[in-house]
């Protein structure tokens, strides 16, 4: 009887042995969390954002696509209001559209019109049309139609609603274009680091070009009820600091820089969603000739530099 006990004990103790040798086998057979990591590469990376574009409405919606290209820098606490408000705004206009971060991601100084290039390069061959979108500006007139601009720049926030800018040649805010336009006129400037004239620069292109602004019209709000601004003058203080010869060249013309010239690199894409809105968000790193544009770094002595800030914008010669 013991001898029995015995050889059912041993034979136990073989089976466990030999299930443990095939549970060691087949988890040694699966993929490690550093092999996940590896196998990934760029074509992988790219289904990933195709299947996580089209899990969201505008793949099913017909109409022309809207791209939503927003400049950015340290702003995410404005952009987590920005992207449910701008959604809800224009599925209610039945626009199909698809916003795009641009974050600068580089020590430069700031360069709006460079990154609203970038953006515009990444989005001309899968949308319609775009729009250069300020991340603290909110629209709250629905009479405010994000409408395909079919005979020119449709300026969504004219200087009679805007909160702060009344100037008639006031572009800023938020600028509609077809890509064709904006290919026509060598997109913006890449000179103009640091905040201010980039859109007035812009605006004399459009001119030169023969295209004519269109505004939205039968807007019966004023500048205090047209448009949310949740810029805090206070907390997000503009980078108005002119250094070397900066204040003298930003005033004139550009017809050096633009598109054909702009050069970056993309450090990153992340897909997000904020309040299940879906985000594209581009890092990007610009790329400054100091020897035309020194003042993308305003490191000089304290008499090349100056704070004045005007009190109305100037305009360009």
């Given amino acids: 009887m013991v001898n029995h006990t015995r050889a059912v004990f041993k034979c136990f103790i073989g089976i466990c042995i030999l299930s443990i040798f095939v549970v060691i086998f ?38 022309k696509k809207l791209a939503i290209i927003v400049p950015f820098r340290d702003r995410f606490d404005e952009l987590l209001q920005f992207a449910p408000h701008l959604a809800a705004f224009l599925e209610k206009q039945n626009v199909p559209f698809h916003i795009f971060v641009v974050n600068q991601n580089d020590r430069y100084r700031f360069n709006r019109a460079s990154l609203i290039n970038v953006g515009f390069l990444h989005v001309r061959e899968s949308y319609n049309y775009f729009a250069m979108h300020d991340v603290d500006l909110l629209p709250v007139n629905d009479n405010l139609r994000y409408e395909f601009p079919a005979d020119g720049p449709l300026h969504i926030s004219g200087p009679e609603f805007h909160p702060k800018y009344h100037y008639a040649a006031f572009i800023g805010g938020i600028l509609l274009l077809r890509m064709d336009h904006f290919e026509q006129l060598n997109g913006m400037s890449n000179r103009y680091w640091g905040w201010g004239l980039e859109d007035d620069e812009f605006y004399v292109r459009i001119k030169e070009a023969g295209l004519e602004v269109s505004r939205p019209k039968n807007i019966t709000t004023g500048p205090n009820n047209t448009f949310l601004h949740v810029h805090d ?78 009190k109305k914008k100037p305009r360009l010669r």
């Fill in 26 to 63: 087949q988890i040694g057979g699966l993929p490690t969390a550093s092999e996940r990591c590896n196998c990934e590469d760029n074509h992988d990376r790219d289904v990933q954002h195709e299947k996580f574009h089209q899990s969201f409405r505008i793949e099913q919606m017909d109409g």
């Fill in 233 to 310: 003058r206070v907390h997000r203080r503009r980078d108005t600091v002119k250094c070397f010869n900066q204040r003298e060249i930003t005033r004139k013309r550009d017809r050096e820089t633009g598109l054909n010239t702009l050069k970056y690199s993309i450090h990153s894409r992340r897909e997000l969603t904020i309040d299940g809105i879906p985000v594209t968000v581009l890092n990007v790193d610009l790329f400054c000739d100091k020897i035309k544009t020194p003042w993308c770094e305003c490191e000089a002595k304290t008499e090349n530099v100056t704070q004045n800030i005007p």
